[in-house]
């Protein structure tokens, strides 16, 4: 079973530049997140998809970060513009319902650097 | 949402087995333990969760406490590959919410 895909790996930007991230999840898994990790800190949601509808999205700094998962499948998560404090890895996760939960799967991230 | 508190960090020998504790003190009653490890340069990835019950599988064991204030992975035979941030988690309901500490950082030695 292919895993969750995300692109670029890496990313190297300016600040006030614009940078945009790509997840592909899991076939067949509805919902979808996307978290932000600080180095040396756990990982924080973002954002999190059921098909292409926002469940939760109050951690988002909405003044500069969107997402969006037009189709209820892939998702692309902006960043326009970064600021130095963003520098961080982005992951993806998406996951399905079992045993009374819904277990996540995470893809590699994207690490980005805001120079 | 319900908050964990786990140790920075922990050593242990390769073959040997690790319990890596957890406390929930304020854990609701339709809270579920979620436990995740990140190897590096990773993503983090699911190793086991319970409800009230201890719970086994291929990766670990979890073992929860009756008054279900405290959880305890168990990793049997400790490998150089389980070196890793261990986190343990509270869900909602089992919602998809899940709120990531600090974890515990886990060091296997040969």
């Known amino acids: 079973e292919a895993g969750v895909a995300q692109s670029p790996r890496y990313k190297i930007i300016e600040k006030r530049q614009s940078v945009a991230f790509w997840c592909n999840p899991i076939s067949g898994h509805a919902t979808l997140y996307w978290y932000q990790q600080i180095l040396g800190q756990g990982p924080k949601l973002l954002i999190q998809?059921?098909?292409?509808?926002?469940?939760?999205d109050s951690q988002l700094p909405k003044d500069r970060f969107s997402a969006e998962r037009l189709k209820g499948v892939d998702s692309t998560l902006k960043i326009q513009p970064a600021k130095l404090e963003d520098s961080a890895v982005y992951l993806c996760?998406?996951?399905?319902?079992?045993?009374?939960?819904?277990?996540?799967?995470f893809g590699p991230g994207t690490r980005l650097t805001v120079t | 949402d319900a908050k964990t508190t786990q140790p920075n960090s922990m050593e242990s020998n390769e073959e040997e087995p690790v319990h890596l504790p957890c406390n929930h003190s304020t854990i609701s009653g339709t809270d579920y333990i979620h436990w995740y490890r990140q190897l590096p340069s990773q993503g983090p990835e699911y190793v086991i969760h319970?409800?009230?019950s201890n719970v086994n599988n291929r990766m670990a064991s979890l073992a929860i406490a009756e008054d279900r204030k405290s959880s305890t992975l168990i990793l049997h035979r400790a490998t150089l590959r389980d070196a890793a941030v261990y986190y343990c988690i509270l869900s909602r309901e089992g919602g998809g919410k899940l709120i990531f500490g600090q974890g515990t950082e886990l060091s296997v030695k040969p």
């Open positions: 996760a998406s996951s399905f319902h079992f045993r009374g939960v819904y277990e996540q799967y």
């Open positions: 319970g409800l009230t």
């Open positions: 998809f059921q098909n292409n509808g926002v469940v939760d």
